[in-house]
């Protein structure tokens, strides 16, 4: 079994793997589906997703969000 250290990756070496996928193999040519919520991460999926593939489906899902105990909530 391989302890779960070992397993997480430094952001220097993913930064490097991303670099060098970005130039030799270029753009997901996939069809990829961003999904976002209205109150949480919203139209980000899809605009990160337009960074490396050229067939993005962005949905954005009304009233989705992170779940706020009812006393933080406006009324």
């Known amino acids: 079994m391989v302890p779960f250290v070992t397993t997480v990756r430094t952001p220097p070496e993913t930064a490097e793997q ?3 996928w970005h130039q ?3 753009p997901l040519t996939i069809p990829v589906l ?3 919520g209205e109150y949480s991460t919203g139209t980000a999926p899809a605009e990160d997703m337009r960074k490396v593939a050229t067939d993005v489906t962005g949905v954005v899902i009304p009233g ?3 779940s706020w105990p009812k ?3 406006s009324p």
């Open 18 to 20: 991303f670099r060098r």
């Open 24 to 26: 030799e193999e270029g």
């Open 34 to 36: 961003a999904i976002g």
């Open 64 to 66: 989705s969000g992170p």
């Open 71 to 73: 006393r933080f909530r």
